[in-house]
């Protein structure tokens, strides 16, 4: 993988979610569905090549409990690294940028309910 060390802060979780994503530089506004998250960052796939460092705007609701979910969480992040898995399919890991405490909590709130096992419907 390009650009990739092995060097992650926290425990990636496997969940499918949607997430709105936009790339100001490439001019790009989708919906991608991610393949793990973490409280450092997310991976998702995409039908084009990212580059590295590139910028991006991150959409995404957390669910917090059985019947609780966020806010629409806007965060900004990077990519740091990326993976063709097809000619036309890129898998890329992005680290957020600085959060603010409570964004935190909430991450760590929904990644210990995937933990613990539960279940829930990614998308909106």
Known sequence: MEG?????RSRRYEVQMEVALEV???ELSTKVVTR???KG???????RRLEMGEEMKLGLSLILGPEAQSETL???ASVCWVAQETETVYQIGAAFGELPDDII?????????IREGFEFQGGQ
């Open 4 to 8: 990739f060390d092995n060097r992650r």
């Open 24 to 26: 100001p530089a490439q």
């Open 36 to 38: 793990d998250l973490s």
């Open 41 to 47: 960052g997310l991976c998702f796939t995409l039908d």
């Open 74 to 76: 806007q965060l900004l």
């Open 105 to 113: 909590d909430n991450i760590a709130t929904f990644l210990e309910f």
